[in-house]
Structures are given as C-alpha cells and as structure tokens.
C-alpha cells in the first residue's frame, strides 16, 4: 500500500484559485488509476478527478473546465490546480488511488483529506 497524504492551502476567497498536493510514500507509477473526490458538509462525497494510467483525465461536470488534475509520477505527487473557485468548492478533499475498470474508478487508497473552505 501507498499511502496518500494531501496539502494544500484551507481557505481562498471565490473566484480565487488553490492547489491541492499528494504526496505518496511510494512509487505512483505502476498506479492503474489516481483520483481526487471530495466531500461538502450534508452531501454524499463526489469524485471529481481521475487520471487513468497518465494518459487522461476525467472530471466531474461540477468542476469541468475550472479544475486541472496533473500527476508528477518521478515525485510520486499529483495535484489537484482549482481556478475560479465557487461558493460550493467548499469541501473536505481525499486523493485516492485505485483501478479504473470498464469506465469505472475503483479507488482502494484514500488519504485522510484536507478542508478547503471558501470564505469571502
């Protein structure tokens, strides 16, 4: 196992912009898959990113367009490039990694998350 620690900087105004980090204590190479999912009080957690084998990305349509997953396997991190922030960014984000099968993410790995808060 892998484990994923996240960082990244807890509150920005909307509109703003924020990275969000994850460093894993391994090799992220050989990961199948690779994704960020994030959870906003009272809602069910969504997955927002996932980057298969590095050769793509898919992303929710929440934040299509305004979020960029990118993955540096030589510093086992991928990072998480938030722009034009909303309102209903506000969340606690998990990296995970997993397997990408048929269409489908299964993430195995979670790391233990970190608060993104957006606050005028």
């Known amino acids: 196992q892998v484990p994923l620690v996240e960082s990244g900087v807890c509150f920005v105004q909307p509109g703003g912009s924020l990275r969000l980090s994850c460093v894993a204590s391994g090799s992220i190479f050989s990961i199948n898959a690779i994704g960020w999912s994030r959870q906003a009080p009272g809602k069910q957690r969504e997955l927002v990113a996932a980057n298969v084998g590095g050769a793509y990305t898919n992303y929710a349509d929440s934040v299509k367009g305004r979020f960029t997953m990118s993955r540096d396997n030589a510093k086992n991190t991928v990072y998480l490039q938030m722009n034009s922030l909303k309102p209903e960014d506000t969340a606690v984000y998990y990296c995970?990694?997993?397997?990408?099968?048929?269409?489908?993410?299964?993430?195995?790995?979670w790391g233990r998350g970190t608060q993104v808060t957006l606050s005028s």
């Open positions: 995970n990694a997993g397997a990408y099968h048929s269409g489908t993410y299964y993430p195995a790995l």
